[in-house]
């Protein structure tokens, strides 16, 4: 399976703080895309990165991509209570579908 | 404003009963896609369409088929209900309406499925 997996599993904070999360995939990238989850809700697309960028920034989003590694992480600066979700890497292989990993927890206390 | 609506949002069936879940959506994107996400699996491609007639089956399709006859939906049918696709569904479109990257997908609410 292409799958990437997402490192941590859970992952609890406190507000204020910084959450990294990381994702790693199999095979050769076209593109890698991040998504956040609420609970009982459909996901929801954050951010994208090229395989030819290093990284990117969307507001309190930073995403680096490591194509040696074969290796993402998504970092998410200044945590609010609102950040709590589940946050899924989804790599394009070329094929016009994605591929999504099986996420992380994020828990952000007040 | 466009959306990406599932109906229904919850459903209770017995085993070996046909299921349809539909997914409907007015990005008037070409691609749709349909996912399960079950619990230490993630999110599962059961089956994709690239436009009008096309289908093609994902990682997971065994028992489960679509048909595409217009732009805005792709019903997902379960022929012969199992309790191992009890989970939850997922429909999600792509295109160029409303995206800023072309495979970015919307996705609709979800519909959670029992199969007793």
């Known amino acids: 399976s292409q799958q990437g997996e997402e490192d941590p599993q ?27 989850q609420n609970s009982g809700r459909g996901l929801v697309h954050l951010i994208l990165i090229r395989s030819n960028e ?21 970092l998410i600066t200044a945590s609010r209570a609102a950040d709590t979700a589940s946050y899924f890497c989804a790599t394009d292989h070329g094929y016009s579908t994605l591929t999504f990993g099986k996420g992380t927890m994020l828990l952000v206390s007040p | 404003d466009a959306e990406i609506t599932q109906s229904p949002r919850h459903k209770i069936t017995e085993t070996g009963r046909q299921v349809t879940l ?13 996912y399960r996400q079950d619990l230490g699996h993630g999110l599962r ?7 009008v007639h096309d289908t093609n089956k994902g990682e997971v ?5 679509v048909s595409r006859s217009n732009t805005e939906d792709l019903p997902l049918t379960l022929e012969s209900a199992a309790s191992s696709q009890t ?8 295109g160029r309406a409303g995206a ?5 997908q919307f996705f609709g609410p979800g519909t959670r ?4």
């Open chain 1, 10 to 36: 859970a992952l609890s904070i406190q507000e204020g703080e910084n959450a990294t999360m990381n994702c790693s995939y199999k095979t050769s990238i076209n593109n890698l895309q991040w998504y956040r």
């Open chain 1, 54 to 74: 290093r990284e990117k920034h969307s507001g309190r989003l930073r995403v680096t991509l490591d194509t040696s590694k074969k290796s993402s992480s998504l």
């Open chain 2, 22 to 34: 539909a997914c409907h959506q007015t990005w008037n994107h070409n691609n749709m896609f349909w």
């Open chain 2, 45 to 51: 491609l059961i089956h994709y369409s690239y436009g």
């Open chain 2, 61 to 65: 399709s065994d028992g489960y088929s």
């Open chain 2, 87 to 94: 989970s939850v569904y997922f429909c999600a479109s792509s």
């Open chain 2, 100 to 104: 800023t990257f072309y495979n970015e």
């Open chain 2, 113 to 116: 499925l029992t199969v007793l």
